[in-house]
């Protein structure tokens, strides 16, 4: 064995030093775990409008020295609305942002009831937006919420809403 190859200092110094390297080895291990987090918000009533409007937030803190995040987020949507002297009622569409990038544009379901001169009805559905988010601040999922067309053969008229029980749900995988 040459001089370079040849471990220095006394048996107990050669065993310590063994054991610092493993344990830095298993301090690596740990720090690249993955943490999983759940979190979920239910925002309040709103009324929709042209422009997309937020109606609930959820913001997932990241732990430290994790810079990458895989987000799975699932928002749900219900409304319900009723348009007087109108043959025509509103298409309310939703989507998911991550950290202020929205996701696609969902149009809720319709369920509609005609009664005289009153169109009413339900919109309803959900959106999901799965996003990469790097960086070191906390990962903020919302749902947005819009009339983004109409439907029917008559003129629009002015939407009464009531209800809106806005949900957005995520799962933050977090790593380094």
């Known amino acids: 064995m040459s001089d370079v190859q040849r471990p220095t200092g006394t048996e107990k110094e050669q065993s310590l ?3 610092e390297e493993a344990l830095a080895q298993l301090a690596n291990v740990v720090a690249a775990i993955p943490v999983a987090v ?14 997309w409007e937020t109606v609930a937030t959820v913001t997932v803190s990241r732990p430290v020295g994790k810079s990458a995040a895989a987000v799975m987020a699932l928002a749900s949507v219900v409304v319900n609305w009723s348009v007087a002297g109108a043959a025509a009622w509103p298409v309310v569409s939703a989507r998911v942002l991550v950290n202020g990038t929205a996701g696609p544009a969902v149009p809720l379901g319709q369920g509609v009831s005609a009664a005289s001169t009153t169109v009413s009805g339900r919109a309803s559905g959900a959106a999901m937006r799965a996003s990469n988010a790097a960086g070191d601040g906390p990962v903020v999922v919302a749902v947005q919420v819009a009339i983004t067309g109409w439907i029917g053969d008559g003129a629009q008229g002015t939407a009464s809403w009531s209800g809106g029980a806005p949900q957005v749900a ?3 995988v977090f790593s380094s």
């Open 170 to 172: 995520a799962n933050v």
């Open 17 to 19: 030093k063994r054991l």
């Open 38 to 51: 759940a979190a979920e918000s239910v925002g309040g009533g709103f009324t929709p409008t042209t422009q």
